[in-house]
């Protein structure tokens, strides 16, 4: 499906014009520029014939700035600037391409399609003042890229902060300001990085005080998401409910797609981090849909009907749009511009580690759990033929560990979806494995394990999401290799899975939680830690001696706040591939340590929302 989306999602071939810095116009193919479909308007521009222009005043930067997947000198810089907060409604096709400026009357026949002009400026210091501006440009955008600005900011330095900001073009019109982050040059020697990471953002579920809490304390370096960042379900009535999804339905189409990511935008604490931090993100299911694969989701309830239509549209036009609002919306780089499906993609970041994004989920994925066959995936679990990643990508993710350990990075992390270790599941009441995970692909996992074994690559860190909830486990071929839960021997690395955001955990209340956890460890020897009650986060400080992971819950998602706990510590020494014992020191906040203590304070919250009602929560940050 990924070739056909080449041709679905193109747009327009104006890649080399100067004045063109717009990545969200870019022909999805280079060597295909028949594929792109010209903006009028923009090649009348480049005729010198300069659009008649917006009134300055009319337009509004509606969704804040954002920026991501850092280079040593080079920076993605995202916008949103529109006559509208709303979302435009018109698909991509030809149609939407007709001659908007007639030549004999000058007239524009739509004017929503005017291109909007913007200059970036992005400089070393907080007022961006002349002397400490090292980039600027211009760039356009209409409404066929529903007014989003996606701009690489060039000439930079490694591992150095900077300051950026949009203005309308001819006006003292600016965006909200930014600060960003270039990563290390790959043969710098780096002292330690920080890593927020993040899953699973529910907005009708919640608040996204998660991500403000990271931003407020500011000890992190740069902002990985493994996915789930929006969700395509509906939920509330829009008008009564205030974190009810618009559009009020399952979305499908462009615009709701659009709508929905835009949606996402107006969370304060979500503004905050993108504002402060570059972020390195990756797509799960619910970017598309549920539980999807290469050629489905569990919304379709049986394959054929993935030849038929899926909401009114086709599964692939459905897959092409999500894509495409996803790469409109989020600031990352399309790491190869003849596959518009592909975002895996690695970042050196310094001698330090190497960070391998996968995507397990949409790429090439065989039929997963679905529901209605979730027997038949359980007999298929372990057939040989089957793949999270499609062979392109599998081999390219064996390559990128064994070039990695060969240029001497000291780590290697794995910004991945699913949980990688095998979960047997018993004691929460579930299928003892979920197939959905790694655990329904056991011949790639295994695949995986033995490329680790026998080029005995060391310090692998596998991150995962998309499971609400935490597991931080020793990285163990079980059944192959021996292994001793109690000092870790054996382990060929580690896996730190975080909880969701703001998506429901298994746990409907803390001491069952920490029940089911209890059982959790006492069934899997190399799960050390299992935590299902809280929404939260966890950050990773890397150094070349060790990796310290610091795990986040938020008390209440249920309205906006700055308050977190801490839950629990985890050391892992460069060497040793397996966590430091004793696990978490032997005691944690929630949930169940394989040997430790669990110490759950009684919170007491304020939940009176007056209280929280400030807007000077950046400066806010309260630990309990
Ligand atoms: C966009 O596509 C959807 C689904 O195919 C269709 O229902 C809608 O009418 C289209 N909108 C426009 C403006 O063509
Ligand atoms: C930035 O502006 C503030 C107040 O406007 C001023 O106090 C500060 O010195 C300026 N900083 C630089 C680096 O110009
Ligand atoms: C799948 O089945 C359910 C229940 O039978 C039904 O409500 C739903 O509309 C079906 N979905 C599709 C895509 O046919
Ligand atoms: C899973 O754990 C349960 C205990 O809760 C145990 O009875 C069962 O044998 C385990 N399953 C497997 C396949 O190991
Ligand atoms: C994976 O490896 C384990 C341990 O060697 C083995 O028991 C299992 O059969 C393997 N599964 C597949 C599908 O290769
Ligand atoms: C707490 O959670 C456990 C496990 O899910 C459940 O059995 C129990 O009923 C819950 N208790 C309350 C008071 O909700
Ligand atoms: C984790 O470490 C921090 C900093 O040392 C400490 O304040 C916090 O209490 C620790 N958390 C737990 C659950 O031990
Ligand atoms: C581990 O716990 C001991 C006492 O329980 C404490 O003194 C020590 O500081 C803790 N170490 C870390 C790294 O949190
Ligand atoms: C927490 O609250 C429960 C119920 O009110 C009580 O039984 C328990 O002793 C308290 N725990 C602590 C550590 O205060
Ligand atoms: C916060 O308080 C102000 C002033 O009291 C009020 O106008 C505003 O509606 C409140 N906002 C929320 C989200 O409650």
Not at 78 to 97: A, C, F, H, Q
Not at 309 to 315: E, L
């Amino acid at each position: 499906m990924g070739r056909f989306l080449i041709a679905a999602v193109c747009l327009v071939s104006l890649a080399t014009a100067s004045w063109d810095g717009n990545l969200n116009y870019d022909s999805p193919s280079r060597r295909h520029p028949s594929l792109g479909i010209d903006v009028p308007k923009l090649r009348l521009a480049k005729r010198g014939l300069e659009p008649r222009a917006w009134d300055p005043a009319q337009l509004k930067f509606t969704h804040g700035v954002a920026s991501g997947d850092p280079y040593p000198d080079s920076v993605i810089l995202w916008t949103r600037i529109s006559p509208l907060l709303e979302s435009d409604k018109s698909n991509v096709t030809v149609e939407g391409n007709v001659p908007l400026y007639n030549h004999d009357t000058e007239q524009y026949i739509k004017a929503s399609k005017n291109p909007i002009c913007v200059e970036y400026q992005i400089g070393t210091d907080k007022n961006l003042s002349t002397s400490s501006i090292v980039d600027t440009g211009t760039a356009y955008t209409t409404s066929d890229i529903d007014y989003t600005v996606k701009v690489e900011a060039k000439n930079l330095q490694p591992f150095t902060t900077y300051y950026y900001q949009f203005t309308v073009c001819g006006s003292t019109n600016t965006s909200p300001p930014g600060r960003t982050k270039t990563s290390p040059g790959p043969d710098d020697d780096v002292s330690n990085i920080g890593l927020a990471v993040y899953s699973c953002s529910q907005y009708q579920n919640g608040y996204f005080n998660a991500y403000g809490n990271a931003a407020r304390k500011d000890k992190v370096d740069y902002v990985i998401h493994l996915g789930d960042y929006i969700y395509e379900s509906k939920k509330g009535v829009l008008g009564t409910d205030p974190r009810a999804t618009n559009p009020p339905r399952e979305i499908f189409t462009l615009y709701d797609y659009r709508t929905r990511l835009a949606q996402y935008r107006t969370d304060q604490d979500l503004l905050l981090s993108h504002a402060k931090f570059a972020w390195i993100p990756v797509w799960d299911d619910h970017e598309v849909s549920n539980n999807g694969y290469r050629d489905g989701s569990s919304g379709l309830n049986n394959t054929e009907d993935s030849f038929r239509k899926d909401g009114g549209v086709s599964v692939d036009q459905r897959k092409m749009n999500a894509v495409r609002a996803y790469f409109e919306y989020m600031p990352i780089r399309q790491v190869d511009m003849d596959d518009n499906l592909r975002i895996w993609r690695t970042f050196k970041i310094g001698k330090l580690f190497d960070l391998v994004m996968l995507d397990t989920r949409n790429y090439d994925r065989s039929i997963t759990t679905l529901n209605w066959n979730d027997d038949y995936v359980g007999e298929l679990r372990d057939d040989a033929g089957r793949t999270l990643m499609g062979s392109h990508q599998e081999n390219w993710f064996y390559r990128s560990l064994s070039e990695s350990q060969d240029r001497g990075a000291v780590w290697r992390i794995i910004g991945n979806q699913i949980v990688f270790s095998r979960i047997n599941n018993t004691a929460r009441d579930s299928d003892w494995l979920n197939a959905d995970q790694w655990d329904g692909y056991t011949a790639n996992r295994n695949r995986t394990l033995q490329h680790l074994y026998d080029n005995s690559i060391s310090n692998t860190v596998f991150l995962a999401g998309d499971s609400h909830a935490n597991w931080v486990s020793d990285l163990v071929w079980l059944d192959e290799k021996s292994y001793d839960p109690a000092t870790g021997a054996g382990s060929v690395g580690v896996e730190f899975a975080g909880t969701a955001v703001s998506s429901s955990g298994f746990a409907t209340n803390v001491s069952g939680g920490n029940e089911m956890s209890a059982g959790l460890v006492r069934d899997n020897a190399e799960l050390q830690w299992s935590e299902g009650w809280y929404r939260g986060y966890y950050e990773l400080q890397i150094s070349p001696e060790a990796i310290q992971a610091s795990y986040y819950g938020c008390p209440t998602v249920s309205f906006r706040n700055p308050l977190e706990i801490s839950l629990a510590n985890f050391t892992v020494l460069a060497g040793a591939n397996h966590l430091e014992r004793s696990v978490a020191n032997g005691s944690v906040e929630s949930g169940a340590l394989q040997q430790g203590s669990t110490k759950q304070t009684n919170l007491t919250l304020n939940t009176d929302k007056g209280v929280w009602n400030t807007t000077s929560f950046d400066k806010m940050y309260i630990t309990y």
